[in-house]
């Protein structure tokens, strides 16, 4: 098994000269994300919107929460 990723599939290869059609293959495919913001983010709380919304309900119903939530934080 290779670490070799093929520039045009962005699959693994076997051999380096099954890419050479594609410009060669890279040592690694990199993923640039923060792990800890990304955790962070699962962790928190989340809020689902009802079903059947028209623009106008989903913004509506966006804002009626977010009110609720800067009530709630108030002292």
Do not use: W, Y
Not at 2 to 31: N, W, Y
Not at 32 to 49: A, G, Q, V
């Amino acid at each position: 098994m290779s670490d070799l990723i093929c520039r045009k599939t962005m699959m693994a290869c076997r051999f380096a000269s099954e890419c050479a059609p594609h410009q060669g293959c890279m040592e690694e495919h990199v993923v640039n994300f923060d792990l800890e913001r990304m955790k962070e983010s699962l962790s928190s709380p989340r809020h689902t919107l009802p079903p059947g919304l028209s623009k106008e309900g989903i913004r509506a119903h966006l804002l009626d929460h977010a009110k609720k939530l800067r009530e709630e934080v108030k002292p």
